[in-house]
């Protein structure tokens, strides 16, 4: 579709990409969803999921960030065990492999080599192979066994937005379909959750100027900051802080709320920011600690939290979506920081210095 390709209004189609994700979500939904309501997934790739004992996911930049929250769902709603895997690491570190190993390549271009690398040698083992990417007809998407498409639409900017949370929900959509145990996730419609989140992102993407208020206190002039978290918040944090390096050239680093007091709180000194993000019930006694930790030496924090979760002096409030889909909404916020941040740096936001769209060399 040529209207895709074009920014319109938008002054950078990283915005624009941006603003399009609860769309995309809401088009995954309806490529996934038959007219009974029900999955729509090939029945050779339902079987040989279901015969695997243990699933590999393999990826690269924010791809692989989608992979961690990947093997999250998957074992949580199907009750398969997951590894996920930096693809050109799996090369020189490769594990020993289970039995009836299942291997999934998250790739939005799909033609990215260090993936690839992993695809060859696995076909040459004969193990069974899926492809989840946003480019029909890419090289992995022609490689592998499977392909399941993100349906994102085309992503011109380099920094990748729209098409990891396509991966997410893609994700979630065959974690639901693969669900062994139905007791695992009773009553959990995905496409459901999934279109509340949908609108959870639209809430969020609403919230621009608060955003730009965010950056223009934390960020402003540091050269530096944190992205702390905890569980499946930790694996956003990662890809916040990706996002924040990428595009402004902010030294970011994402930390597991949990590993601060092993190492990192060294850094933390008057002024340095650091963004917590808090989505999840169950660590949120830990997460208010870490907070006030750094906050006690010197650190800037902004806080985004969840409804239910919030307290009164936190930054920003995520309306509440099902506890495994939280990062399709968290990330939002984390985009826009780091959009905003380059913007007021002057960067070249769609084209940031020494970065490709796709990387076809090892
Ligand atoms: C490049 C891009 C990243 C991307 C990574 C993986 O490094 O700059 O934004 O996440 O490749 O790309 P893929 O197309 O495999 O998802």
Redesign the pocket.
């Known amino acids: 579709d040529a209207s895709d390709m074009e920014k319109g209004l938008y002054p950078h189609y990283m915005l624009k990409e941006i603003d399009e994700q609860p769309l995309v979500i809401r088009k995954v939904i309806s490529k996934y969803q038959d007219s009974e309501g029900s999955i729509r997934i090939d029945a050779g790739l339902r079987n040989r999921l279901n015969e695997a004992d243990r699933i590999y996911i393999m990826?690269?930049?924010?791809?692989y960030h989608a992979g961690l929250v990947g093997k999250q769902l998957l074992e949580k709603i199907a009750g398969i065990p997951v590894e996920t895997h930096i693809a050109s690491e799996f090369l020189y570190n490769r594990p020993i492999l289970s039995s009836k190993p299942f291997f999934i390549f998250?790739?939005?271009?799909?033609?990215?080599a260090d993936?690839r690398g992993v695809l060859v040698t696995i076909k040459q083992l004969q193990y069974p192979t899926l492809t989840i990417t946003n480019v029909p007809g890419s090289t992995l998407s022609r490689e592998a066994d499977y392909t399941l498409l993100t349906y994102a639409g085309p992503e011109i900017a380099?920094?990748?937005t729209k098409?990891y949370t396509a991966q997410i929900a893609v994700l979630a959509i065959l974690a639901f379909d693969v669900m062994r145990e139905r007791e695992r996730a009773p009553h959990v419609n995905p496409f459901h959750e999934l279109s509340i989140a949908a609108n959870a992102m639209e809430i969020m993407i609403n919230k621009k100027e608060m955003m730009e208020e965010i950056v223009w206190q934390y960020l402003n002039a540091s050269r530096n900051c944190f992205f702390i978290g905890r569980g499946v918040d930790y694996y956003v944090s990662l890809e916040g802080a990706l996002k924040l390096k990428e595009i402004s050239y902010i030294q970011a680093e994402g930390f597991a709320g949990g590993e601060l007091k092993h190492g990192t709180i060294a850094l933390i000194e008057e002024g340095t920011p650091a963004i917590a993000i808090l989505t999840q019930a169950h660590v949120r006694a830990n997460m208010r600690s870490n907070v006030q930790e750094i906050k006690a030496r010197g650190a800037h924090v902004c806080t985004i939290s969840m409804e239910g979760l919030e307290e009164s002096e936190d930054h920003m409030v995520l309306p509440v979506v099902h506890e495994l889909l939280t990062p399709l909404v968290s990330v939002i916020p984390l985009q826009l920081i780091a959009y905003y941040a380059a913007k007021y740096r002057g960067c070249d936001i769609d084209k940031p210095r020494n970065?490709?769209?796709?990387?076809t060399v090892e």
């Open positions: 990826a690269c930049g924010t791809s998250i790739s939005q271009s799909g033609e990215t993936s380099v920094a990748s098409a970065l490709a769209k796709s990387v």
